[in-house]
Antibody
Framework: EVQLVESGGGLVQPGRSLKLSCAAS????????MAWVRQAPKKGLEWVAT????????YYPDSVKGRFTISRDNAKSSLYLQMNSLKSEDTATYYC??????????????WGQGVMVTVSS | EIVLTQSPTTMTASPGEKVTITCRAS?????MHWYQQKPGASPKPWIY???KLASGVPDRFSGSGSGTSYSLTINNMEAEDAATYYC?????????FGSGTKLEIK
């Protein structure tokens, strides 16, 4: 059974940093692109970052580019999101998601339960 | 960046009714994917590659479309279908979601 379990969320002050983790199991982690998707309270879904199977390629929307860094450790089947210079608008539930990246087919077939990040003073 | 516009934003349907949710893209995309999300839960893949049902999705659901116009249809609405539905596309290098359609049961 595929499982994605996020951790590392919490309350953080504006301008500070936080690192999220996602522990994957039930599949060969190194074979899949992975991503982070977030959802602000009562709002829609927003893609945050994508990483290739080896970790050599990463992609971000402009809203987080230069502040967030996605990484992975295939030996540990783990995905990470380093978030720096956090802003109040980064407050959201962050989901780890497995991607099916058979370009141009690209979608998320498994999602974690999500972890809440609150940016507030 | 391709913008996805979903309509309607919210809707109410009666049991047995046919429901259609539309997703329009600001530029042509190759495929559209759909997710279902219920309150307090993670999104679930629902329809992928425009028209393929994810595992466990009832066959009263269907997806169609091409270019800039896509839709999700429910034949014979049931109470368990009440949820928010999001469309999603990929256009190198970015991924965008629609703003969601909240579907309620009457």
């Amino acid at each position: 059974e595929v499982q994605l379990v996020e951790s590392g969320g919490g309350l953080v002050q504006p301008g500070r940093s936080l690192k999220l983790s996602c522990a994957a199991s039930g599949f060969t982690f190194s074979n899949y692109y992975m991503a982070w998707v977030r959802q602000a309270p009562k709002k829609g879904l927003e893609w945050v970052a994508t990483i290739s199977t080896s970790g050599s390629r990463t992609y971000y929307p402009d809203s987080v580019k230069g502040r967030f860094t996605i990484s992975r450790d295939n030996a540990k089947s783990s995905l990470y999101l380093q978030m720096n210079s956090l802003k109040s608008e980064d407050t959201a539930t962050y989901y780890c998601a497995r991607a099916i990246a058979a370009i141009p087919r690209y979608y998320f077939d498994y999602w974690g339960q999500g972890v809440m990040v609150t940016v507030s003073s | 960046e391709i913008v996805l516009t979903q309509s309607p934003t919210t809707m109410t349907a009666s049991p047995g009714e046919k429901v259609t949710i539309t997703c329009r893209a600001s530029s042509s995309v190759s495929y559209m994917h759909w997710y279902q999300q219920k309150p307090g839960a993670s999104p679930k893949p629902w329809i992928y590659e425009t028209s393929k049902l994810a595992s466990g999705v009832p066959d009263r659901f269907s997806g169609s479309g091409s270019g800039t116009s896509y839709s999700l249809t429910i034949n014979n609405m049931e109470a368990e279908d009440a949820a928010t539905y999001y469309c999603q596309q990929w256009n190198y290098p970015s991924i965008t979601f629609g703003s969601g359609t909240k579907l309620e049961i009457k």
